[in-house]
C-alpha cells in the first residue's frame, strides 16, 4: 500500500512538472534569454526542480500577480541557480546566488514582480547588476 501512495505520489508530480511551460524570448542587453514561463501557483511551485542541467542561454521567468517581497528556495533543485527579482518594468532589483538543495530562503530587497532564475553566475559573468533591465517583459502573461 505505502508503495502504491508513492509511485501515485511520484506519477502525479510527473504529470505537474512535466508539462511544458510557455517560453518567451528576453534580452537583458545584448545577451539573449529563452525563458519558461511559471505564471501559475503550481508551476511557480515545480520551478526548476529535478532538471539535471540548464542551457547556457534557458531560464525560467516566475511572473506574479502583484509586487511583493518574493522568495525562493532550492528544495529538489539539482543545479546551482542564480536569480534576479525585476520589477514590473524589468529593473533588476537585487540578485542572489543559489546552491542546489538548500532550503535557504533567497528575497527581493524590495517589492519585484517577476524572479528570473538562470544557471549560477549567469548574471555575474555578463556583468549584469542591480539597476540594469531585463527586455520583453511586456510579453509576459500575467502572473495568476
Known amino acids: 500500500m505505502k508503495k502504491r501512495l ?14 511544458a511551460l510557455p517560453t518567451v524570448e528576453l534580452a537583458a542587453g545584448i ?3 529563452e525563458a519558461e514561463v511559471a505564471a501559475t501557483p503550481p508551476q511557480r511551485m515545480a520551478g526548476l526542480m529535478h532538471r539535471r542541467s540548464l542551457p ?5 521567468l516566475f511572473a506574479f500577480p502583484d509586487d511583493a517581497q518574493h522568495c525562493m528556495w532550492m528544495k529538489n533543485t539539482l543545479i546551482p541557480l542564480a ?14 546566488e543559489m546552491q542546489p538543495e538548500t532550503l535557504d530562503n533567497h ?4 517589492p519585484a514582480r517577476f524572479a528570473l532564475e538562470m544557471n549560477a553566475g549567469w548574471f ?8 540594469d533591465k531585463i527586455s520583453g517583459l511586456e510579453r509576459v502573461p500575467p502572473g495568476r
Open 6 to 19: 508513492l509511485v501515485l505520489l511520484w506519477a502525479m508530480a510527473a504529470g505537474a512538472w512535466g508539462q
Open 31 to 33: 545577451h539573449r534569454i
Open 56 to 60: 547556457p542561454q534557458r531560464g525560467m
Open 83 to 96: 536569480v534576479a527579482f525585476l520589477d514590473a518594468e524589468g529593473r533588476i532589483i537585487n540578485i542572489a
Open 107 to 110: 528575497c527581493a530587497a524590495r
Open 124 to 131: 555575474k559573468s555578463r556583468g549584469l547588476k542591480a539597476g
